[in-house]
């Protein structure tokens, strides 16, 4: 495109240079610039791209997109908000996708990958083709790529819209993180359906406080479509309750509790799966699923309550919930025949780990062992309420390293054990390395017993102070469990 086409919809912007310059690509980062791309300098959490403007040029950049005052002889496009920019302008680069698309968008602290995996099975029971983007992979049809966070930026989103579109998607399900809404990632984007799930303690480091972590989660629904946009809202949470009463939109409330438009009867748990009856607006349907808890029954309300929305049968609804046999990550079962149960699990707040434990304990274990850690560089305050959590609700503890990037794993295992009761101090243990701390558990297990390895889910590595290493909770637990003598034979 001409430059001058390109930046015409972006608000406030003065173009000083050439209007005619062709533009074939947007980004933020000046190691992907090439000839004819368009850098805009983003002022970030770590960097400023200013201080990339040169590199960027350097690499070939046709034209810079900044806040500030114009260089003499460099083609400048200066904006009052770079970050609304990019999105404006990767969303026009790449010819509007999204308005292609009937977007989900699905947001909450905990429960965003589930339930959009919900949805999404939902929608590939009914016949569609989908796309996928989340914190565990991005999808295009059955196409599947490993997710660098939970929603990229904006002009590594656009393109993968762009390919959903190209490949006959017509609706694409998102998992929208408070950063990027904060961020303004999906900005200009029209979802049909914003889904929100729950709020509790995370990301303070970034937001604060839990109202400004709210308001930031509020965007997506501000980003509804106004002719048929609905949210579907968990109204057993109070901001959830909060967000119902005062959205300008038409809502579909899910709760546990009758009164809600989605709501769940004769809920029967078990180690096997959960069953029970959605009574909806349309009926009552029997819903069976493979997942555990009463968290995920309100999840599974939410994927029926956006069903609705988009016009899916109750069939193909009930189908795509049976169907998902699991979440990479989400109370994953790794089984290789040994007669205990031990659960891998992304649960990294104390929510979510009272959640997920309250969850196995519900389910009268012999014996309830859990291992978790908390991440550095990131909410110190939600350490020792998740030691209070997990001593609460375990019968044995098991302090460990997550991704401590910057920070002493001691350091931060200490601020987990401040939640620990002192009459429960001794009996926790602390090995602050991970397949140690693993090894550990698995030496305790027996019949009866379960095993929950909380915080890091789905991921494949973790992060050092200067870099990442291989390491798969479920990877060691096989390994371990797999030897023919020692730690994890069968008792």
């Known amino acids: 495109m001409r430059l001058g086409d390109l930046v015409r919809d972006v608000p406030a912007a003065v173009l000083h240079g050439d209007a005619g310059l062709e533009i074939t690509a947007v980004t933020h980062d000046s190691r992907r610039s090439e000839e004819g791309s368009l850098f805009v300098a983003v002022r970030g959490l770590a960097a400023d791209g200013h201080d990339y403007i040169d590199a960027a040029l350097k690499k070939g950049a046709s034209a810079v997109v900044s806040e500030e005052q114009p260089r003499e002889g460099v083609p400048w496009v200066r904006v009052r908000d770079a970050r609304e920019a990019l999105a404006l302008l990767s969303a026009t680069v790449f010819g509007h996708p999204g308005r292609e698309l009937e977007l989900v968008g699905v947001t909450g602290t905990n429960g965003k990958t589930t339930t959009a995996y919900m949805i999404d099975s939902a929608l590939r029971e009914s016949g569609d083709t989908v796309g996928l983007i989340g914190t565990v992979e991005y999808r295009v049809g059955d196409q599947v790529a490993e997710a660098a966070r939970t929603t990229p930026e904006a002009p590594v989103l656009q393109s993968y819209l762009r390919q959903m579109v190209d490949a006959g998607c017509r609706r694409a399900v998102l998992e929208v993180s408070s950063h990027s809404l904060a961020l303004k990632r999906v900005h200009g984007l029209g979802f049909q359906v914003g889904v929100f799930t729950n709020l509790s303690r995370d990301h303070l480091d970034f937001h604060g406080d839990m109202d400004s972590y709210f308001a930031a989660k509020r965007i997506l629904f501000d980003s509804l479509l106004q002719k048929g946009g609905r949210a579907v809202i968990n109204v057993d949470d109070d901001r959830g309750a909060e967000l119902a009463r005062t959205t300008e939109h038409a809502v579909s409330s899910c709760s546990l509790s009758p009164g809600a438009d989605f709501t769940a009867e004769d809920v ?6 959960t069953r029970f009856r959605a009574r909806t607006p349309a009926g009552v349907f029997e819903v069976q699923t493979s997942l555990l808890g009463r968290f995920n029954v309100l999840n599974a309300l939410c994927a029926f309550g956006t069903g609705f929305a988009l016009g899916l049968s109750p069939d193909a ?3 795509g919930i049976a169907s998902l046999k699991g979440v990479s990550g989400r109370i994953e079962r790794v089984d290789v025949g040994q007669d205990f149960i031990v659960l891998v699990d992304y649960a990294h ?11 196995v304990r519900e389910l009268q274990p012999r014996r309830l062992i859990t291992v978790f850690g908390c991440g550095g560089d990131r909410d110190r305050s939600k350490r020792p309420l998740m030691g209070a959590v997990a001593a609460r609700v375990s019968d044995v503890v098991i302090l460990t390293s997550d991704n401590p990037r910057s920070e002493p794993p001691e350091a931060i295992i200490d601020d987990v054990r401040r939640g620990i009761p002192a009459a429960q101090a ?8 991970r397949r140690k701390a693993i090894v550990r558990a698995l030496e305790m297990g027996r019949e009866g017993v379960v095993i929950v390895i909380a915080g890091k889910g789905h991921e494949t590595y973790q992060v050092l102070r200067d870099r990442k290493v291989p390491f798969d909770d ?15 034979e069968k008792r």
């Open 268 to 273: 029967r748990l078990s180690l096997d799966g």
């Open 474 to 488: 479920r990877q060691v637990v096989r390994e371990v469990l797999a030897r023919p003598t020692g730690a994890g």
């Open 317 to 319: 609804v009930q189908r």
């Open 349 to 359: 707040t104390d929510d979510a780990l009272k959640n997920l434990l309250e969850t």
């Open 426 to 433: 001794d009996e926790t243990q602390v090995i602050v390395d």
